[in-house]
């Protein structure tokens, strides 16, 4: 088609990459930063590359011996750097993007992500403690304690009231279930989702408003006040997005998805008249 801009390549993803790093002159940049200096969309470079270190390594950028275990030290500190760079709670995301480590490793080294914040927590106790995140840090791994200790199983399988809206037959019960709703309808309200982790804040999206798209840090829960009673910090989340609003003066702006559905099930609905006509 006359006009169409033909699809970068992988070549000259590489060569951009040498580029910027030239220009920097740094031999390690982070995703982020190669976006912003080359103009490459992210999809662009993951239709070549499945992980960003991936093109690192094409770019001779990666001068890591390969094979080499990292050592706990430098995965905390890796750690650690990324929750300065986020200003608060890292999550596995987020880390992929600023890491030079991947996510993968930092849970297999301590069984989990959870564990492994666990694991920087307290080894900032010990040697920085003054770290100006290690508050939230400690809210984040008391608020997962918490949890499990309350007995709320993954396998749990309680079901809602019926909903049947589209392909969900029950009202969410859980926080899994609010991020598969919000999954189903999430382009019909103006969202994307760029990002979705374990650790806080839940996602990163993309919210189209009025002066187009705007990024914002969203956190899942069943019930809004669930943000409060997990310990997380208000300012380093711009929504919630739950089933049920019940924290009137909650400090982040919350969208209520039991009231998104009952307007888009009405919108749907057919009138009166047709749905009288079609019994007779």
């Known amino acids: 088609m006359a006009g169409a801009r033909k699809p970068i390549g992988r070549a000259a993803i590489v060569a951009r990459l040498k580029a910027v790093a030239a220009r920097l002159g740094k031999r390690r940049i982070t995703r982020d930063e190669f976006v912003r200096e ?43 750097d990324c929750c300065l760079a986020v200003n608060g709670v890292i999550g596995q995301f987020r880390f992929q993007q600023l890491s030079q480590h991947h996510a993968n490793t930092v849970k297999k080294r301590w069984g989990g992500w959870d564990r492994a914040l666990t694991a920087l927590r307290d080894w900032l106790l010990r040697h920085e403690p003054d770290f100006p995140h ?19 199983a993954p396998s749990d399988r309680r079901l809602g009231e019926v909903l049947r809206f589209r392909a969900l037959e029950h009202a969410p019960t859980s926080e899994s279930g609010v991020i598969y709703l919000f999954g189903m309808i999430a382009g019909e309200l103006g969202f994307v989702l760029e ?7 839940d996602a990163e999206v ?47 702006e919350v969208l209520e998805l039991k009231a998104v559905v009952a307007k888009l099930a009405a919108a749907t609905s057919p009138a009166p008249a047709r749905a009288a006509a079609r019994s007779r």
Do not use: M, Y
């Open 134 to 152: 290690l508050d939230a840090l400690d809210r984040h791994c008391a608020a997962k304690q918490r949890l499990k200790e309350s007995g709320e």
């Open 206 to 252: 993309k919210r189209r408003d009025g002066r187009g798209w705007r990024r914002a840090r969203v956190e899942f829960e069943h019930r809004s006040r669930n943000f409060r009673q997990h310990g997380h910090d208000p300012t380093a989340c711009d929504l919630i997005v739950c089933w049920e609003h019940n924290w009137p003066d909650c400090p982040v």
């Open 195 to 201: 990002g979705l982790g374990t650790g806080f804040p």
């Open 38 to 80: 080359s103009g490459i969309p992210r999809k662009a470079i993951g239709r070549h590359f499945a992980r960003f270190w991936d093109l690192l390594r094409a770019a001779g950028l990666d001068d890591r011996p390969p094979n080499r275990p990292v050592d706990d030290e430098a995965l905390l500190r890796s750690l650690r």
